[in-house]
């Protein structure tokens, strides 16, 4: 019998003014996306921003529904819309931003299993690893580069392949 370890890494840093002009403008939309999130169930407030190698940057939040299934994560919009308006370019960095009145969300809120693997899915599209930022009530951030350091053993499109 042979037990395997993995581990993953991320940074954190102590607030905004330790990241780059690009990661911070990206921090800023996905705040600006949290603000209009629909999230009247949850009251849980999420905003994510994309940004592609062609730099442009997409936005999203999270959308409830009364039938709570049928919503989606702020992740999901923007990778999405990036992808519908842009398909095959790839994903550079990802901000993901979340705030609730409900509670002291004092560490960042890192995405759900299921972003995770759409996340993963556009990563292994282009080959390249998506840096992702993540920040939460307070101005800690911690950045994590590439999507293996959040989803380890993933599932992935060359799994189908014999
Ligand atoms: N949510 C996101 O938007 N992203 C995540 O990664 C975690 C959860 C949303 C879904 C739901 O609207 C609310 O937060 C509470 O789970």
């Known amino acids: 019998m042979i037990t395997h370890t993995l581990?993953?890494?991320?940074?954190?840093?102590?607030?905004?003014?330790?990241?780059?002009?690009?990661?911070?403008?990206?921090?800023?939309?996905?705040?600006?996306a949290c603000d209009s999130a629909y999230a009247p169930y949850s009251n849980f407030h999420v905003g994510a921003s994309v940004r592609l190698a062609n730099d442009?940057?997409?936005?999203?939040?999270?959308?409830?529904n009364a039938a709570y299934p049928s919503g989606i994560c702020a992740e999901r919009v923007a990778v999405f819309s990036a992808s519908a308006l842009h398909p095959g370019i790839p994903i550079r960095s990802?901000?993901?931003?979340?705030r609730t009145e409900v509670f002291n969300l004092s560490v960042p809120v890192t995405p759900c299993g299921a972003c995770r693997q759409v996340i993963a899915e556009y990563?292994?599209?282009s080959g390249q690893p998506i840096r992702i930022l993540l920040q939460g009530n307070s101005e800690k951030i911690w950045?994590?580069?590439?999507?293996?350091?959040?989803?380890?053993?993933?599932?992935?499109?060359?799994?189908?392949?014999?």
């Not at 954190?12 to 705040?31: C, I, T, Y």
């Not at 990802?94 to 979340?98: C, D, G, T």
């Open 7 to 32: 581990s993953v890494a991320y940074t954190e840093v102590s607030g905004p003014d330790n990241l780059s002009d690009q990661d911070k403008d990206l921090l800023q939309l996905a705040w600006e």
């Open 56 to 64: 442009l940057v997409f936005k999203g939040n999270n959308q409830e």
């Open 94 to 98: 990802i901000a993901v931003v979340a």
């Open 123 to 125: 990563e292994m599209l």
């Open 143 to 162: 950045i994590i580069d590439g999507i293996a350091n959040l989803l380890p053993l993933m599932f992935h499109g060359g799994d189908l392949k014999k």
